[in-house]
T-cell receptor
Framework: EDQVTQSPEALRLQEGESSSLNCSYTVSGLRGLFWYRQDPGKGPEFLFTLYSAGEEKEKERLKATLTKKESFLHITAPKPEDSATYLCAVQAGDSWGKLQFGAGTQVVVTP | EAGVVQSPRYKIIEKKQPVAFWCNPISGHNTLYWYRQNLGQGPELLIRYENEEAVDDSQLPKDRFSAERLKGVDSTLKIQPAELGDSAVYLC????????????FGPGTRLTVL
């Protein structure tokens, strides 16, 4: 059975304090790994898609990386506006169109 | 470009009452998804449409949930009768075509069943 586990569940950072979020997955034939950001009361907002081990993508202060077993979302010098829940999802080869989400990591960045 | 539109944004009902959610996907997106998100959890897929056809409804509780996508554009998700455990956020997402495309989510409808 496909599984996605995110850690930590919650993370509190000082502004400027870099950190990483982890997404571990077990899936039969990874088609893609997706990172979304979700603000309270809103739907998930797409950030990145990673397709193969070794791939990296960056957007402003965020950088996503992928290995065969896990993905990391690095937040460099975060600002309070980076506070959100970050969701990781995988799409498996035999689950056409279905995203399997983790429970998310809630990030709070204080000034 | 307008995003995925959902209504209502909030709904409070008594148990055993019916409820319906509406979704208008991004223009030109052929694939439409309904997800349910419980508090503190990630979204879980309920049903996926390719144009008018429901191609994956394996996770939809068919005894009380139904969905339709007439003319391959807007979609409606219905619950009848609602149970206490149905309280959640119901999210609609769309993608251009094909299962590997990025899914774009709407703001969701927060359902509270009393």
């Amino acid at each position: 059975e496909d599984q996605v586990t995110q850690s930590p569940e919650a993370l509190r950072l000082q502004e400027g304090e870099s950190s990483s979020l982890n997404c571990s997955y077990t899936v039969s034939g990874l088609r893609g790994l997706f990172w979304y950001r979700q603000d309270p009361g809103k739907g998930p907002e797409f950030l990145f898609t990673l397709y193969s081990a070794g791939e990296e993508k960056e957007k402003e202060r965020l950088k996503a990386t992928l290995t065969k077993k896990e993905s990391f979302l690095h937040i460099t010098a975060p600002k309070p506006e980076d506070s959100a829940t970050y969701l990781c999802a995988v799409q498996a080869g035999d689950s056409w169109g279905k995203l399997q989400f983790g429970a998310g990591t809630q990030v709070v960045v204080t000034p | 470009e307008a995003g995925v539109v959902q209504s209502p944004r909030y709904k409070i009902i008594e148990k055993k009452q019916p409820v319906a959610f509406w979704c208008n996907p991004i223009s030109g997106h052929n694939t439409l998804y309904w997800y349910r998100q419980n508090l503190g959890q990630g979204p879980e897929l309920l049903i996926r449409y390719e144009n008018e056809e429901a191609v994956d409804d394996s996770q939809l509780p068919k005894d009380r949930f139904s969905a339709e996508r007439l003319k391959g554009v807007d979609s409606t998700l219905k619950i009848q009768p609602a149970e206490l455990g149905d309280s959640a956020v119901y999210l609609c997402a769309s993608s251009p075509s094909g299962a590997t495309d990025t899914q774009y989510f709407g703001p969701g409808t927060r359902l509270t069943v009393l």
